[in-house]
Antibody
């Protein structure tokens, strides 16, 4: 059973870079069965996909955030990371790492990988 | 980018009611869509994948349908534990996008 855990600062100053890490345990991070994703949720609002990365390093980003986002993997540490630059108050949110897949590509026999971290609140404030 | 329009944004229903939530994609996405349930303070939970396949362990009162641009989540008989917010998520061509969410409240 995979477990995901976000870590990083809970407070970031405006114009600085938000950095979070997701540590994966209980399974193979280098499995070809998952896209490793980042999702955020501003207080009281809906879910927003930030980006996803495959274990090989191929990364995909939300077009609305693409100019500010970098997602990378460190397979030796079973981790992947998020960097979001030039943050503003609008980037204040709970940030989740998760295996995001809803297609038959990685799902079989009514089982689709659905693993999430518990979420970490990042506040952007001076 | 593909936009997902989810409706309604909220609804009030009673235990035992049949509830329907819809998501419309701005372009065809085949059946690359799933439905999540989120309760306050918790991470989302996958209910349906590939538009209509029930995730293992999810009660059979949940069902999904649709393909192309129009998709539906149906709860056949609403239970007390189903009061939550529901999101669709499309996963097409390496660009994911959530719908805006539907909050299901007790009438």
């Amino acid at each position: 059973q995979l477990q995901l855990q976000e870590s990083g600062p809970g407070l970031v100053k405006p114009s600085e870079t938000l950095s979070l890490t997701c540590t994966v345990s209980g399974g193979s991070f280098s499995s070809s069965r998952y896209y490793w994703g980042w999702v955020r949720q501003p207080p009281g609002k809906g879910l927003e996909w930030i980006g996803s990365i495959y274990y090989s390093g191929s990364a995909y980003y939300n077009p609305s955030l693409k100019s500010r986002v970098t997602i990378s993997v460190d397979t030796s540490k079973n981790q992947y990371s998020l960097r979001l630059s030039s943050v503003t108050a609008a980037d204040t949110a709970v940030y989740y790492c998760a295996t995001l897949t809803v297609t038959n590509q990685f799902c079989a026999n009514a089982v689709c990988p659905d693993y999430w971290g518990q979420g970490t609140l990042v506040t952007v404030s001076s | 980018a593909i936009q997902m329009t989810q409706s309604p944004s909220s609804l009030s229903a009673s235990v035992g009611d049949r509830v329907t939530i819809t998501c419309r994609a701005s372009q065809g996405i085949g059946n690359d869509l799933g439905w999540y349930q989120q309760k306050p303070g918790k991470a989302p939970k996958l209910l349906i994948y590939a538009a209509s396949t029930l995730q293992s362990g999810v009660p059979s009162r949940f069902s999904g349908s649709g393909s192309g641009t129009d998709f539906t989540l149906t709860i056949s008989s609403l239970q007390p534990e189903d009061f939550a917010t529901y999101y669709c998520l499309q996963d097409y061509n390496y660009l994911w996008a959530f719908g805006q969410g539907t909050k299901v409240e007790i009438k």
